[in-house]
Every structure is written in structure tokens, then in C-alpha cells.
């Protein structure tokens, strides 16, 4: 649904993440990402209800951030095998290639036409849908869809699926004439290339770069990062001089939340009352300006979480899927607006679980002498060797 209907994601997708978890058949088992979702959701709602400058807008974006994290947390219950694994990350990848089926049909028949694949001059979009929200949502589908190269079933004829799905989630982006998105695929693709020859240094190079980024360039980005900000506006045509007014919105924003540090205006609070009426254009003033330092520290803890969790509990293959999704929506974060983005969030949730997958391929494939396997919240299950049980102990 939050792929090509967001209108409905976003009115019914926290009710129904919700109602997931009361109809399963297990109770919550909270871990630490579950715990910071919670409290970001729980911080998200008081930070609206306390606002008083425009209360049903507010409280609006703030079940929107509410839902986000509750979507987060729903499919982390309900994922406890590979099959529902696999169940959910399709049901979303579906919605994705409608999405982008719509999108590449309609730009066939639409009467202004491109004079190359890359002229950004002339974008297309889907009717009734924000050009950047399809954008992103084809760009957090494509790493999607490789999770599900490295996780999903292994045979040819799927995997053969799967990699022309990828293709045709790029060539929709490259449709929208996102700049963000296109360069979060290039650098997608550049962190995969690298996990090849070395997983852990790439693994290394996300973890120190992603955060300095989004911590330094907003405060720097006018002046230190100049130059490189008009050759970024540059790119593939649509100049504009200032990043679409980005390098604009970006001061006053930092001036907005420095008045209010610790709690922040109040979600949506700041696009109201700055003279240029649009958001930050940025996750970290965004998410600051919204809920103030404490909302930024629950938010990015629980992101910290969730990709520390694929990291440490699926090995390789956790390192190099948590690598690809933090770089990719690297520029998307830095310059969109994707903070309360259901996909997103739902994607983030499948790799803080993606050792289930990861896992279970291992004890099918055997491709490893001895290992253990740990379960979907770190912990040791029991050793395998060529994927046979041990034998029980005789009496």
C-alpha cells in the first residue's frame, strides 16, 4: 500500500501495524530497536499534541512519524521465518513495480519527450502522487530488490526476476529526474562493488561517512561544501543556483531549531512559519526542527539499531544489505523529505531481520562446515555442520 497509494498508507498504515500485532498468534518480544521505535513514536505524538500553532496539521505528521515507527515494529513481530520473510518483502516490492509500471507507461504517452535519458528538464511522475515521494519509493524498492538477490530464493528463473526488476526501478528513477535518488543508486552500486572485494572496509567507510554527512553538511553545505553543491544543482540540467532553495531553507532552519534545542517546534510546525512556506529538505533539520535534539537521538538510534542488528547477526551478507541502504538513501536524506516514509521504515525493518533469511539459506546450502545460527533477535540457536542436526544424546 505505502508504495502506490501513500494517501492510504498514511491513514491506515499505523492502525494496521497495530491490528498485525494483536492478530498474531505470539506475544511481543521488545529488543532495542523495537524499544527505540517505541519511544520515538510515543515522543512523535506528545511533541503534537503539546503543539499549539496549528494542532490538526501537527498531530497529522505526528501519527505519520507514529505510523512509520509502528510499521517498523509490526514487521519485526510478525517476521519470525524465512517465508514470512520473503512474504512481506514481496508484497512491498509488488507495490513498487505497479508503481513503477504506471509510471513508465504513462511516460510513453505523455507528450513532452526527453531528448536523452538523462535531460532532468523534463520530468514524469504519477498522477495524484509527489514526483519526489515516487522517486524515492522506486529507489528504496531497487534496494529492495537487492535484499532480495542476496536473500530470497535461489533459483535462476527468480533471481533472473528480480535483477529486471532492479533495472526497471532504476530506469523509473532516472524517469522522475530525482538527482537525489539517481546518485543514491551510483552510490549504491559503488558500495556493493566494494563489499565484493572487502565487506568489512566498506562496512566501515557507512558507518564513519553516512553519519558525518548527515550530522555536518546541512551547517556546512553553504559555505564549506559551495562549489560542490552548484555542480551537484548542475547536474543532468535544472540549474537552479541553490540546490531548488535548499542552501536557502537550510540556515533557517538551523536558526528555527536553535530556538527550540531539546523538544523542537512541533512536527510541521517550521514549514508554516518560515517565509519560504516548504520543510527543510534535509532528515536531520527536518527530524530536529519536528522533535527538537530528543526526537533526533530516539530517531537515529533506532536507525543505528536496526543496521547494527543486519550486521552482527547475518554476517557478510548483513554488512554489505546494511551498507547498500544506508548509502543509497544517503543523498535522499541529505536533500528529500523521506523521514516518515512507510516503505522506508518497512525495508529498514526487513534487514534488522534479514539474519532469518541469511540463516536459513546457510543451513539449507551448507555451505560452511560448522557455524551457528542466530535467531532474528541475536541470539545463538545451535551449531551446524553440512546443515545436519546434531544427534540427541542417548540416555
Not at 539449507?364 to 540427541?392: C, K, M, Q, W
Request: hydrophobic share 50%; glycine share 10%.
Amino acid at each position: 500500500m505505502a508504495a502506490w497509494s501513500p494517501k492510504l498508507a498514511n491513514t491506515y498504515g499505523g492502525a494496521l501495524a497495530v491490528a498485525a500485532v494483536l492478530l498474531s498468534s505470539h506475544l511481543p518480544r521488545f529488543r532495542l530497536p523495537d524499544v527505540l521505535a517505541g519511544l520515538t513514536a510515543v515522543w512523535a505524538l506528545g511533541s503534537a499534541l503539546l503543539d499549539t500553532v496549528d494542532p490538526p496539521a501537527t498531530r497529522w505528521l505526528g501519527y505519520m512519524y507514529a505510523s512509520a515507527c509502528l510499521v517498523f515494529i509490526a514487521a519485526r513481530h510478525i517476521i519470525r521465518n524465512k517465508s514470512y520473510f520473503i512474504t512481506v518483502a514481496y508484497a512491498h516490492l509488488a507495490g513498487c513495480v505497479a508503481t513503477c509500471f504506471t509510471l513508465i507507461t504513462g511516460a510513453r504517452g505523455n507528450a513532452d519527450q526527453r531528448d536523452a535519458i538523462l535531460d532532468y528538464n523534463v520530468r514524469y511522475g504519477v498522477d495524484g502522487i509527489n514526483i519526489n515521494y515516487t522517486s524515492y519509493t522506486l529507489a528504496t524498492g531497487a534496494v529492495l530488490a537487492v535484499v532480495l538477490l542476496h536473500v530470497g530464493p535461489r533459483s535462476r528463473a527468480m533471481r533472473a526476476v528480480l535483477v529486471v526488476t532492479l533495472l526497471a526501478l532504476a530506469y523509473g528513477v532516472l524517469l522522475t529526474g530525482s538527482k537525489g535518488a539517481t546518485l543514491g543508486l551510483v552510490l549504491g552500486a559503488a558500495i556493493l562493488a566494494l563489499s565484493r572485494i572487502t565487506s568489512k572496509f566498506a562496512w566501515t567507510m557507512t558507518r564513519v561517512c553516512v553519519p558525518v554527512l548527515i550530522l555536518l553538511l546541512p551547517f556546512t553545505a553553504a559555505s564549506l561544501f559551495s562549489s560542490t553543491a552548484q555542480r551537484l544543482d548542475g547536474l543532468f540540467g535544472r540549474e537552479t543556483g541553490d540546490l531548488s532553495g535548499r542552501l536557502e531553507v537550510w540556515p533557517v532552519a538551523i536558526s528555527a531549531w536553535m530556538e527550540h534545542p531539546f523538544a523542537g517546534l512541533g512536527p510541521g510546525v517550521f514549514r508554516l512559519e518560515n517565509p519560504y512556506q516548504i520543510g527543510p529538505h534535509n532528515l536531520l533539520l527536518t527530524v530536529g526542527t519536528d522533535l527538537g535534539l530528543i526526537g533526533v537521538l530516539l530517531y537515529g538510534s533506532t536507525m543505528i539499531a536496526a543496521l547494527t542488528y543486519a550486521a552482527r547477526n547475518a554476517g557478510h551478507t548483513g554488512r554489505v544489505l546494511a551498507g547498500v541502504f544506508a548509502t543509497s538513501l544517503l543523498p535522499i536524506w541529505l536533500s528529500g523529505h523521506w523521514e516518515y516514509a512507510q516503505g522506508a521504515w518497512l525495508v529498514l525493518a526487513l534487514l534488522s531481520v534479514v539474519g532469518i533469511a541469511s540463516n536459513a539459506h546457510l543451513q539449507n546450502g551448507g555451505r560452511h562446515r560448522s557455524t551457528e545460527l542466530r535467531d532474528e533477535f541475536g541470539g545463538v540457536s545451535r551449531p551446524l555442520a553440512y546443515g545436519i542436526r546434531p544427534a540427541r544424546p542417548v540416555r
